[in-house]
Structure formats: structure tokens, C-alpha cells
T-cell receptor, first 114, second 113 residues
Framework: DSGVTQTPKHLITATGQRVTLRCSPR?????VYWYQQSLDQGLQFLIQ???????AKGNILERFSAQQFPDLHSELNLSSLELGDSALYFC?????????????FGPGTRLTVL | SQQGEEDPQALSIQEGENATMNCSYK?????LQWYRQNSGRGLVHLIL?????REKHSGRLRVTLDTSKKSSSLLITASRAADTASYFC?????????????FGPGTRLSVLP
């Protein structure tokens, strides 16, 4: 158990809908990272927040957004969902802001868009 | 794409044998990390090697890094059935323009009892 929690574990929704994924980092970690894992795209870094501020951006679509709250939990919002958004979404956390430090991954949220 | 490549894509060996996985990347890096993922679950950090290091050991794991060839290898010695998983390398770059973290496509390792 990494200490990172993600909810929900599974999410099934329809095209065009909007969903919110939630992540709680390990106690004391200030950075939260979001990743998407799909069969065709592999594991892709989406975005990083550090102590409430956006710190790095990867291959995140404009339909997706994230934020980190004062209690350090983070939410990833996915809107206007398409079939291709079906994937595993992971969040990870680390103590520092540098992306090259070891990250601790949550169990993931499996999103299915029908 | 900044994504690197790993080979082989899949590897099947007998318990007790050694497993070697290779990773290539495309840009200069700060460090390279290896992660393990059991089917459909979260990734677990295995080892980190900095750009100024050439070799690192951790238990049955040995990682090498050749920055001139932009490649790394992960060796698992005396493999066990419990080592069956997918293994990913991840290269990280941090400079004045920002930072990025790129995973390779992974090697699926099967260790047969």
C-alpha cells in the first residue's frame, strides 16, 4: 500500500458526460501527479500540482483540468468524454516539487466511456 | 514523440533465470527510473539512477545507464514467479523551461515456475 488513495475505483459513463476523479496523496507529500494509461497510448503524464499550484504539464487535453486543494487532495475533471478517454487514470505523489523524484502511485481509477 | 522505447515488449523465462530489459529515450535527462506494475494495478518504484551514474544495484536488481547511447537496462537476477509483471522505464527532465516525465511502453515479464 503506497498511501495514495484514489476514488472511485471504477467509473462507467456515457460519451459527452463529465466526471471527476479524486486523489489523496501520502501524508506529507506536497506534489500530486496525474497519469493516463491506455492500451494504444501507454502511460502518459498529464499534469503535476505542487502545494496547490500547477507545476508541470504533459499531454493533457483541453477537455481535462485538474486542481489541488488546500488540504492537498487533488481532482481531475474530464469533460465532453469520448470513447477514447476510456483508460486507467493514476495519481501519484511525492514530497518535493521536482518531477524526477521517486513517485508513489495510487491504485488507479478505471474509466469506461460507453 | 518524446516517448522512449523498451525491448523486448514481452519476455518469458523460467524461474531462477535472469531477465534483462532495455530502455531507450530521446532527450537529455536528469535521471531515469524503473517502475513495476502488476496487472491493472498502480506502479511501484524500483530504482532510480541519476544521469551521472553508470550502474546501480538494489537487491536482485541491477540498472545501467549509458547517456551517450541514451539507453538503460534493468537486470533481474534469479527471477521468481512473483516477478511476473510489466516493467517501465521513466525518464525525467527538469530545466529552466519546465519539467517532463516520460514512460516507455513497458516490457511484460512472465516468470514460469
Amino acid at each position: 500500500d503506497s498511501g495514495v488513495t484514489q476514488t472511485p475505483k471504477h467509473l462507467i459513463t456515457a460519451t459527452g458526460q463529465r466526471v471527476t476523479l479524486r486523489c489523496s496523496p501520502r501524508s506529507g507529500d506536497l506534489s500530486v501527479y496525474w497519469y493516463q494509461q491506455s492500451l494504444d497510448q501507454g502511460l502518459q503524464f498529464l499534469i503535476q500540482y505542487y502545494n496547490g499550484e500547477e507545476r508541470a504539464k504533459g499531454n493533457i487535453l483541453e477537455r481535462f483540468s485538474a486542481q489541488q486543494f488546500p488540504d492537498l487532495h487533488s481532482e481531475l475533471n474530464l469533460s465532453s468524454l469520448e470513447l477514447g478517454d476510456s483508460a486507467l487514470y493514476f495519481c501519484a505523489s511525492s514530497p518535493q516539487d521536482r518531477i524526477y523524484n521517486e513517485q508513489f502511485f495510487g491504485p488507479g481509477t478505471r474509466l469506461t466511456v460507453l | 514523440s518524446q516517448q522512449g522505447e523498451e525491448d523486448p515488449q514481452a519476455l518469458s523465462i523460467q524461474e531462477g533465470e535472469n531477465a534483462t530489459m532495455n530502455c531507450s529515450y530521446k532527450t537529455s535527462i536528469n535521471n531515469l527510473q524503473w517502475y513495476r506494475q502488476n496487472s491493472g494495478r498502480g506502479l511501484v518504484h524500483l530504482i532510480l539512477i541519476r544521469s551521472n551514474e553508470r550502474e546501480k544495484h538494489s537487491g536482485r536488481l541491477r540498472v545501467t545507464l549509458d547517456t551517450s547511447k541514451k539507453s538503460s537496462s534493468l537486470l533481474i537476477t534469479a527471477s521468481r514467479a512473483a516477478d511476473t509483471a510489466s516493467y517501465f522505464c521513466a525518464s525525467s527532465l527538469y530545466n529552466n523551461y519546465g519539467q517532463n516525465f516520460v514512460f516507455g511502453p513497458g516490457t511484460r515479464l512472465s516468470v514460469l515456475p
